[in-house]
């Protein structure tokens, strides 16, 4: 059974940065073959897409507001994807959430919360002075 755990988020301060991190608690081999997205959900805000990458790390996608600030990457011997946020901003505050499919997902799809099978618990994200 897979279990995505989440760690390293925090308190930071506007300009500062955070790194996540997100692994299979369970079998940490076949995390590796995942298509992994990171989401995030501010209070009273639906989930949103921030960034994905595929299985071999041949493609990475961000959403518009973090690209450039954000980099999504794969540390394969240690079956982990990261999240490296810099910059940080107070509307990155969110709960961020790591999510897994063993599916090729198409482009077009890659931010849909619904391609993914599995999902972490989340980690608190937050940016302010």
């Known amino acids: 059974q897979v279990q995505l755990v989440e760690s390293g988020g925090g308190l930071v301060q506007p300009g500062g940065s955070l790194r996540l991190a997100c692994s299979d608690a369970n079998s940490g081999r076949a995390f590796n073959s995942y298509t992994v997205g990171w989401f995030r959900q501010a209070p009273g805000k639906e989930r949103e897409f921030v960034a994905a990458i595929r299985p071999l790390g041949e493609s990475t996608f961000y959403e518009d507001s973090v690209r450039g600030r954000f980099t999504i990457a794969r540390d394969k011997p240690n079956y982990t994807v990261y999240l490296q946020m810099n910059n940080l901003k107070p509307e990155d505050t969110a709960v961020y959430y790591c999510?897994?499919?063993?599916?090729?997902?198409?482009?077009?799809?890659?931010?849909?919360?619904?391609?993914?099978?599995?999902w972490g618990q989340g980690t608190q994200v937050t940016v302010s002075s």
């Open positions: 999510a897994g499919s063993g599916s090729r997902i198409i482009v077009s799809a890659v931010a849909m919360p619904r391609m993914y099978n599995y």
